[in-house]
């Protein structure tokens, strides 16, 4: 199941919301980003990392969304990272004893909450804050860390191999979605835009959180298109996008895209800005 998409570069998708969990190859073992979400799929990858004679070294959470934070105890022990912000926030919303019973309950669709393992929920370690790069012994991999999204949010650039890992960014089936939480979250996303957009001429691929891989022109094309989502629903327009439109991937997206609208209009009367 494992697709390489650079050299030393490999990624697993699994069948919910076409999540991408991506293997880097180090010196001593492999890099494991955002495992995966289904026990069996997670299962099936650390399989397949070991009958390639694969340990995991490391593994490494984006950002705070119990997607991207899974690990079924079949992966072995390795050090899990995520930013400081990231790891911060997981401790946060898993402190008290209830949180993961209302994760399955609220977060988890239905139809796979049974299949996702969530006893070793959110068991990272932050790294301390502005670290630029992956400790580990492998390829060079800078964290490019911002607020989109979600706090904490890291984009990765394998810089010697070319590959933009983006998290819950550049998806071409998901929308932009807002940070509800954060106290400007249309600014904070264009900001990372801009982050990203000052690292896209070193990327070859393009590998988003969900959705399609992409190549050295999908990552300038997705940039353009994320911003231009972003600036439709901040002046409450209608996206011309076709993520939200009759050809999308996910048919909910546009349930999303109401909601953030209605999120803002909210947030608006509350704040007082004019419209
Ligand atoms: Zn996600």
Request: glycine letters at 8%; proline letters at 6%; aromatic letters at 6%.
């Given at each position: 199941m494992l697709r390489p998409v650079a050299e030393g570069v490999l990624i697993h998708e699994s069948e919910f919301c076409q999540s991408n969990a991506v293997v880097v190859h180090g010196r001593a073992g492999v890099l494991?980003?955002?495992?995966?979400?289904?026990?069996?799929?997670?299962?099936?990858?650390?399989?397949?990392?070991?009958?390639?004679?694969?340990?995991?070294?490391?593994?490494?959470?984006?950002?705070?969304?119990?997607?991207?934070?899974?690990?079924?105890?079949?992966?072995?022990?390795?050090?899990r990272y995520g930013t400081a912000r990231c790891a911060?926030?997981?401790?946060?919303?898993?402190?008290?004893?209830?949180?993961?019973?209302?994760i399955a309950e609220q977060l988890?669709?239905?139809?796979?909450?049974?299949q996702v393992p969530l006893d070793l929920l959110g068991l990272i370690t932050g790294l301390p804050a502005e670290t630029a790069r992956m400790p580990w012994d492998g390829p060079q991999i800078r964290i490019l860390e911002h607020q989109a999204h979600?706090?904490?949010?890291?984009?990765?650039l394998i810089e010697e191999r070319g590959v933009l890992v983006a998290g819950d960014m550049l998806s071409d089936a998901l929308i932009p979605m807002l940070d509800p939480n954060a106290a400007d979250?249309?600014?904070?996303?264009?900001?990372?835009?801009?982050?990203?957009e000052s690292v896209a001429g070193?990327?070859?691929v393009l590998v988003p959180g969900h959705g399609s891989i992409g190549g050295a022109d999908q990552v300038h094309?997705?940039?353009?298109?994320?911003?231009?989502?972003?600036?439709?629903?901040?002046?409450?327009?209608a996206p011309d996008d076709p993520r939200v439109g009759p050809?999308?991937?996910?048919?909910?997206?546009?349930?999303?895209?109401?909601?953030?609208?209605?999120?803002?209009?909210?947030?608006?009367?509350?704040?007082?800005?004019?419209g």
């Open positions: 494991l980003i955002d495992p995966g979400v289904q026990g069996h799929e997670m299962a099936c990858l650390a399989n397949d990392l070991s009958d390639s004679g694969q340990t995991v070294v490391a593994g490494f959470s984006t950002h705070p969304h119990w997607d991207h934070l899974l690990w079924p105890a079949g992966l072995g022990a390795a050090p911060d926030t997981v401790r946060d919303r898993l402190s008290d004893a209830g949180a993961k019973a209302r988890i669709p239905p139809d796979i909450a049974g979600a706090p904490g949010h890291a984009a990765l979250s249309i600014e904070d996303y264009l900001a990372a835009l801009r982050l990203i070193d990327a070859d094309a997705r940039i353009d298109q994320d911003r231009a989502y972003m600036q439709a629903l901040r002046d409450a327009g050809s999308a991937t996910f048919d909910w997206m546009s349930g999303v895209h109401e909601r953030q609208l209605q999120q803002l209009a909210r947030r608006r009367e509350r704040d007082g800005t004019p």
